[in-house]
């Protein structure tokens, strides 16, 4: 089965610190994702990347950035972490880079984060 | 841009009864669409999906969701529920052409119960 690893399941942080989130594929998929997940929001993206070292913007990049240097490895970072950034994140990867939807996205179980 | 609008927030059902859940989305060119399953403390797992073909698409597990073009409507329905079927319902829709990224709806909750 293909896996789909985040680093953390809760994590708590204070206001201002540089948060790192980080998500491991283990199936080689070239497109991986970044999504915030909030009540009544549903998923929202994030950043994405169809390559290594490539990253594009989703709908929702302000005050977060990503790091793609190994192709089974995608990294979220929070550059200074606010309250507002509460929130349960996911990462998901797909195959065939730009095209993989129709074979499904392949999700981890997330990560929840609090910043105070 | 394509959208998608889950108009229920939450739908409780009693088990084995028949459940609908509602999905609209919007787009100007043609589109697939999908529907993905949370069950709690879990990540999002795909349930069924519509590419092209027969509009009924059937998932192993008893769901189903027809398309409909005209009326732009993704409905996911199953004819008796279980409690085990208890979870967070997304619908998501991406373009057939160009980087296929997949846009969600806000989600719908099914809250099964004895």
């Known amino acids: 089965d293909v896996k789909v690893t985040q680093s953390s399941r809760y994590l708590v942080k204070r206001t201002g610190e540089k948060v790192f989130l980080e998500c491991v594929q283990d199936m080689d998929h070239e497109n991986m994702f970044w999504y915030r997940q909030d009540p009544g929001l549903g998923l929202r993206l994030i950043y994405f990347?169809?390559?290594?070292?490539?990253?594009e913007k989703g709908d929702i990049p302000e005050g977060y950035s990503v790091s793609r240097e190994k192709k089974e490895r995608f990294s979220l970072i929070l550059e200074s972490a606010s309250t507002n950034q509460t929130s349960m994140y996911l990462c998901?990867?797909?195959?065939?880079?730009?095209?993989?939807?129709?074979?499904?996205?392949?999700f981890g179980s997330g990560t929840r984060l609090t910043v105070v | 841009a394509q959208s998608v609008t889950q108009l229920d927030s939450q739908v409780p059902v009693f088990e084995e009864a028949p459940v609908e859940l509602r999905c609209n989305y919007s787009s100007s060119v043609s589109v697939y669409l999908f529907w993905y399953v949370q069950y709690p403390n879990q990540g999002l797992q795909l349930l069924l999906k519509y590419l092209s073909g027969s509009t009924l698409v059937e998932s192993i597990n008893g769901f189903e969701a027809e398309f409909n073009k005209s009326q732009t409507s993704f409905h996911l329905r199953k004819p008796s529920v279980h409690i085990s079927d208890t979870a967070e319902y997304f619908c998501a829709v991406t373009l057939n052409t160009g980087f296929q990224k997949l846009v969600f709806g806000t989600g719908t909750r099914l809250l099964v119960s004895p």
């Open positions: 998901a990867s797909s195959l065939l880079s730009g095209q993989g939807a129709v074979f499904g996205y392949t």
């Open positions: 990347s169809y390559d290594v070292k490539m990253k």
